[in-house]
């Protein structure tokens, strides 16, 4: 908060270098205090299904329908919802949203807690069928890539960007 508030009328890079600061310092923690050792979830969820000639495990297939039911979820409180509303509206000027009675401060901190809900969502999904260790802030990238592709403002050119980052890796 103490960050991000001093940023909110700035373009949309001074946020996402802030972010990745973040998340330089949030790593130099994890060799800090878990040594730098690797990890995966383990849930105890077996077996899968073949789809299309591939095995599928149903951790992945948990995944995906997980995955997908956030990413419905965020979208329908992002455009049918009064804080979605205050959200695309600060976005897009904060002063005049503000003068129209939106509570920008209370405003940006949802939106950090729906980020902060979906990365930890998006972490758990990862790390039941991938290895989680330091270099995992690497998705962050990945997913900043994915949103410059797509546009910062739209949700759905995210999701787009998202495909093409993974097909293109």
């Given at each position: 908060?103490?960050?991000?508030?001093?940023?909110?009328?700035?373009?949309?890079?001074?946020?996402?270098?802030?972010?990745?600061?973040l998340?330089?310092?949030?790593?130099?923690?994890?060799?800090?205090?878990?040594?730098?050792?690797?990890?995966?979830?383990?849930?105890?969820?077996?077996?899968?299904?073949?789809?299309?000639?591939?095995?599928?495990s149903?951790?992945?297939?948990?995944s995906?329908?997980?995955?997908?039911?956030?990413?419905?979820?965020?979208?329908?409180?992002?455009?049918?919802?009064?804080?979605?509303?205050?959200?695309?509206?600060?976005?897009?000027?904060?002063?005049?949203?503000?003068?129209?009675?939106?509570?920008?401060?209370?405003?940006?901190?949802?939106?950090?807690?729906?980020?902060?809900?979906?990365?930890?969502?998006?972490?758990?999904?990862?790390?039941?069928?991938?290895?989680?260790?330091?270099?995992?802030?690497v998705?962050?990238?990945?997913?900043?890539?994915?949103?410059?592709?797509?546009?910062?403002?739209?949700?759905?050119?995210?999701?787009?960007?998202?495909?093409?980052?993974?097909?293109?890796?």
């Amino acid at each position: 908060a103490v960050i991000i508030r001093r940023v909110i009328a700035q373009p949309p890079f001074v946020g996402i270098l802030i972010t990745v600061g973040l998340s330089i310092a949030l790593r130099a923690l994890m060799v800090v205090f878990y040594e730098g050792r690797t990890a995966r979830l383990d849930f105890g969820i077996v077996g899968g299904l073949t789809i299309a000639g591939e095995r599928v495990s149903q951790v992945d297939l948990l995944s995906i329908v997980g995955t997908w039911g956030l990413v419905l979820l965020v979208s329908t409180m992002y455009m049918r919802s009064k804080i979605g509303m205050n959200m695309r509206a600060v976005a897009e000027n904060p002063t005049l949203a503000a003068q129209r009675g939106a509570n920008v401060d209370f405003v940006v901190g949802s939106a950090w807690v729906v980020a902060l809900a979906a990365a930890a969502a998006s972490g758990i999904f990862y790390g039941t069928s991938s290895l989680l260790s330091t270099s995992a802030p690497v998705i962050g990238v990945k997913a900043t890539i994915a949103a410059l592709i797509g546009g910062l403002g739209s949700l759905r050119g995210v999701v787009l960007g998202s495909l093409i980052v993974a097909i293109a890796e």
